[in-house]
């Protein structure tokens, strides 16, 4: 999968997912995020991503010569305290040449907990383009076998809260923030608005409290995060349902929209 992390201490490769084969074969990946990152007392909806994503996109990169971004992505899960590891399989629900739809539910202890639908684009690899690294799903697990993270992603990743009343949060394109194309991984971009959705919730008292968490997100990612620094705009869509919109833009906020998102918070339980 296109979005996996090159192979050094990059941040998503530190959100404690675990990959393995079972023994039919299947990718399987297992999210045991440390407590530390959990600071709102939920799991990030970005860590569940990148559990999905890595999980989904393995199974559908199967062309050396072009790279599967995500295209779009949702998830959804309980309002809860982290529950033990969550554990995470895909089907691909359609395949074609140019793009892949696959879901991807959660399970704790075997049972439904969350899911997520997500999409990737099929985009042919250009000469001037990074190499890409060659993979197989038996051989994937080391790509993300790094001691997780310990304190929130937002600390671990370098976001930076310039405006909680507008939800302006940025970040600098660090090479352990990105993926091997050289753009910003994906599930740091989620990690990117949902501290933003969470500083202008606080900042609002949306919920009636300063501290909110997201246990639902959309993304719909529009072109690569590569102009440094990404900033993000957002804006309250259902103050009662705790609706924000977050959109990412780059070179400071003053470049093109590259992602734009939709999140549920919810009061932190932490």
């Not at 997912?17 to 399987?28: A, N, Y």
């Not at 050396?64 to 309980?78: C, I, K, L, N």
């Not at 590891?85 to 040449?97: D, K």
């Not at 684009?121 to 197989?136: A, L, Q």
Request: with cysteine.
């Amino acid at each position: 999968m296109t979005d996996l992390p090159p192979e050094f201490d990059s941040i998503p490769a530190r959100l404690g997912v675990t990959l393995s084969l079972d023994p039919e074969g299947r990718l399987e990946g297992v999210l045991d995020p440390d407590l530390g990152m959990c600071d709102r007392g939920v799991v990030p909806a970005s860590a569940l991503l990148f559990l999905a994503d890595v999980v989904a996109g393995v199974n559908i990169d199967t062309d050396p010569e072009a790279w599967a971004f995500t295209s779009d992505a949702s998830v959804r899960t309980p309002h809860v305290a982290p529950p033990g590891p969550v554990a995470c399989r895909s089907t691909e629900l359609r395949g074609g040449r140019r793009s892949a739809t696959c879901e991807a539910p959660f399970t704790v202890d075997g049972e439904p907990w969350g899911h997520c639908f997500i999409a990737f684009s099929r985009v042919p690899r250009r000469d001037t383009d990074p190499p890409k690294p060659p993979f197989d799903a038996s051989t994937v697990a080391a790509r993300v076998a790094a001691p997780p993270i310990d304190v929130p992603l937002r600390e671990a990743a370098g976001f930076r809260s310039l405006d909680r009343s507008a939800g302006v949060v940025e970040v600098e394109l660090r090479p352990d923030l990105l993926n091997p194309a050289g753009a910003l991984q994906g599930a740091m971009v989620a990690g990117l608005a949902e501290a933003a959705a969470e500083d202008l919730a606080d900042h609002l008292r949306l919920l009636g409290t300063d501290r909110h968490a997201v246990t639902e997100i959309e993304v719909r990612y529009l072109a690569q995060n590569r102009v440094s620094p990404i900033a993000t705009r957002a804006r309250v869509i259902d103050a009662e349902g705790g609706l924000v919109r977050v959109d990412l833009v780059d070179d400071a906020g003053r470049g093109r929209l590259t992602t734009a998102t939709l999140l549920r918070v919810r009061p932190a339980l932490a």
